[in-house]
Structures are given as C-alpha cells and as structure tokens.
C-alpha cells in the first residue's frame, strides 16, 4: 500500500472546507485543511456571507429601520452613522467566528497549514507559506478542494477600491457614499442596494435583465421592489453599462441607451468567480471552466475519483448552508461510510432589508407544470406580532395542492423571513397537508401564526370551491 502523510487533505477552510475536515476527523482520518492565516472560515467568514450578513444587522439597528413604523419616519438609534460604527461590529463578529473554527479544528485534531494549496500531482499538495516564503509537501489519500469564490471583474473596468468597487471592497470604504450606482441585480447585488438605501444613500441598480430576481415568486419580488422604491430606490433594468468615468467629485455611469448617472461610487455585482487559478489543476489532471469552477458528480467526486469539490467553486447554488452539507457528504463517500443524500427541498435565504425567504415551488413552476393549486395569504400587518414589532408590510405565502391539500411551497417576505421558512420546510419534508398548520397551536402573539393564518385561507378558498362544483 502507498503510504500518504494524510487520509484527507482539504484545501480552503470555509464552511464546505470545515465539515469535510470535521467529518473526516470524527471518522478517525488524519485529515489537514490548507488556507491563508488571514482567511481561515473561508470568503464566508472574512469577506462574504458573515460581514455581509452582520453588516445589515448594523444597518438594522443604527438606522432604527424596524421601529420608524412605531416612533416615525425619522426615528434614528444615531443620528450620523459612519462607517467606523459599521465596521466594528462587523470586525467583532468576524474574530468571533475564525476563533470558533479554529477552535474546532483544534478540537477534532485536524492540522491548519497556513499558506496556498497548490497541486504537484494528483495525490501531492505543495503549501505556500504567504509571510515567510515557506515551502511545504504533504500528501493525501483523498483531497477536497473548497476554494470558494471570489467577485467577478470585468476586465474593461478600473476598480479603484475607492470609487469603483467590487462587492467584497464595500467594506474598505472610508465614508458612507451619499449615492451609489449598483451594477448588477442578484442577490449580492440587491442585499447591497437595500442596506445602503437604508442608510440614506441615493441607490440606482443598473441590470441588464428585464427584471431581477426571476428565481423567487414574482409577487415578493414585486414587494420588495415596492419598498425599495419607497426608500428611493431607482431601478434600471434592460440596461448595459459601456462606460463609468471617475473623477474628484465622483462618477459618471453611461448606459447605451446613452443615459448618464452620477453617483459618489460605483458597486459591481456581476456574479462569482472561482478560486482555482493558484491551484495548478492540470498537475491533478483537472480543468476548471471559464469562470473557474469544477464539474462533479452526484458524490461530489471531480473526474479525477480520489479527487472532490465542494462549496461554491462547483456553482449552483452556491450558499454556506448546502456547502457545509456538499462538504460532509463527500468526506463521507470518500471513506465509504453509508449517508442519506441531501434532500432536495432546500431553503433560499435573501438578506435584503427587508428579508426574502422561500421553500418548494413558485407559482411560475407551479403553472408550468399545470398542477391545481391555491394559494393562502397572511399579511404581518393582521398578526399581532405584526403591530408589535412594527412590520406593517410582511407577508407569508402558502401554495397548497388542491388535490391532495399537502404544501407545495411557502414564500416569505418581511422580519425573520429566512427563520420563518424552515417551519414550512418542515412540513413539506414530513409530507405534512394544509390540515397539520390549520389544527396546530402556534404561541401568541408570534409571526409564526401567519403559517394558520395563510393554512386558513387557503383552506376556506379550497372549501368554497368544493362548494360550488358540487352545487
């Protein structure tokens, strides 16, 4: 037998990268994990999902946001917020969470070599040291990449850091822009957008789609819209940016329709890119494709079989919570320990302000597809949980099959959308029916009773319905 210095080498320590090295090590493999000193929990914990995420929590709070309902539109926690406020308690949370995953990696005796991966042959890693110039070989009986990504940038524009930005460059900023151009209308893109409008900037989002969003339910996107506009949100959509000029006052962003927006600062959220471009793939016999990712299969297994991917590098969908899943389960095939696959009904969270959260099908797919359904509404507004924390535009959303009245999907918009919609999730992954919500008691007064409230409706439509075809 060859002998390796390690059962599993991972490379990239955010969260697809964690679960695989844990998920080794609780199997009792010798497992190391490869990242940066400055990087370990991954572009998750530095520079993406964590600081984004915390950064609107910031927002939420300084800007009083949730309470203006209650106390007024002027109604401010601060009055001058600046990005030092910003800042520390994103920096505060971002320490936390390294320690917690350096902590666990210690805890399960997992080594942390800190440096760049990168491939000498399929079963030989080199390990760059990033500070000292160190040079490390360590080999592996199976290697996971999880590399993550970073932004994409197109190559005919300027970025600066300071005028021109790209998504992970938001936080270098210096002082809040009085006004934003967002080139881009994802999900990176509109989370952006929304956080900034809430801190009084003047937001135009540029997209080159007719519309934004197209993965939800047309009817939350049309909310959200709605009340980013009501924050003076300016959309553009079927529009391409072909120049952005910069200057001491700021920019100018013209269109080819040949409009021409000013703006203090200019946010380009134009999707993802890999991070495989220091791995030397060719010396594994792998190739990644043009925006860097890898092909897997069902097992997460890159052509190369003792070779796996996980995370964001492989794409869709590139969330934190199904890499850490991608990340367990391809340590555990890699030794041939027995697992139940994913389950297909996953959540999709979008920290806007305020949240989108949905599970199961849309009423799109659901058309599409000719399945009879109805659809249950709740609005937060009639929820007393609702009036208490001062959201009047929230609402969930129930698509019930008017055949066998199980949940078909649930769409939520408004305050703790992206916790709401594991209730529904739950449901629909039991095969639960409409019936379960409309005889379950819910705590009072809590926003979950919205699931009864739309249970209800929906139920009332299907029996009004009933009623009139049998006569």
Partial sequence: MTSYDYDLIVIGSGPGGQKAAIAGAKLGKRVAI?????????????????????????????TGMSQRELYGASYRVKQDITISDLMARTQHVIGREVQVVRAQLHRNGIDLLNGIGRFVDAHTVAVEGTHRGDHTRITGEFIVIATGTTPARPSAV?????????????????????SLVVVGAGVIGIEYASMFAALGCRVTVVEQRE?????????????????LRDQAVTFRFDEKVVDVSVSD????????????????????????????????????????????????????????????????V???????????????LAAYHAFGEPVHDMTALQPIGIYTIPEISYCGATETELTSSATPYEVGIS??????????????????????????RKILGVHVFGTGATDLVHIGQAVMGCGGTVDYLVDTVFNYPTLSEAYKVAALDATNKIRALDRFTTG
Avoid: W
């Fill in 34 to 62: 490869i990242d940066k000193q400055e990087m370990v929990g991954g572009v998750c914990a530095n520079t993406g999902t964590i600081p984004s995420k915390t950064l609107r929590e910031a927002v939420m709070y300084l």
């Fill in 158 to 178: 300027d970025f600066d850091e300071e005028r021109i930005l790209d998504s992970d460059e938001v936080f270098a900023l210096q002082e809040i822009p009085s």
């Fill in 211 to 227: 519309k934004m969003l197209d993965f939800c339910d047309p009817e939350i996107v049309e909310s959200l819209k709605f009340h």
């Fill in 249 to 312: 006052s700021g920019t100018i962003t013209t269109l080819a329709s040949g409009k021409r927006i000013p703006a203090a600062a200019v946010m380009y959220s134009a999707g993802r890119q890999g991070c495989t471009d220091k791995l030397d793939l060719a010396a594994a016999g792998l190739e990644a494709d043009r925006r860097g990712r890898l092909s897997v299969d069902e097992h997460y297994r890159t052509p190369v079989e003792h070779i796996y991917a996980v995370g964001d």
């Fill in 314 to 328: 492989i794409g869709f969908p590139a969330l934190a919570a199904t890499s850490m899943d991608q990340g367990r």
């Fill in 379 to 404: 609005r937060y507004r009639e929820l007393a949980r609702g009036q208490i924390v001062g959201d009047a535009y929230g609402m969930l959303k129930l698509l019930v099959s008017t055949v066998d």
